[in-house]
């Protein structure tokens, strides 16, 4: 898994009790996510895993890649800093 930081709030999807009930993760969240499928014929709304504040739910891959950044990269190290 992989560790992300949200710029921006981004909706993920909790399914408990055969309902998916939507929710707001806020930016500046660390999630962890599954596997993303960087190739180019990925379908833009596939869907990836994600741990949460000891949830487990499921967002839109796109979402993840538009507004999440790596936790690890030097990007991210500098924002730790200030």
Known sequence: MTRFRLK???MALRHA???DTAITIPAGAEILAGALDHSPTAAPNRTVQ???NGDFLTMFQIDLI???EDSHS???KQKDRV
């Open 74 to 76: 030097p990007e991210s």
């Open 50 to 52: 994600i741990s949460w």
């Open 17 to 19: 009790h055969e309902k």
């Open 8 to 10: 921006s709030a981004t």
């Open 66 to 68: 538009e507004r999440g």
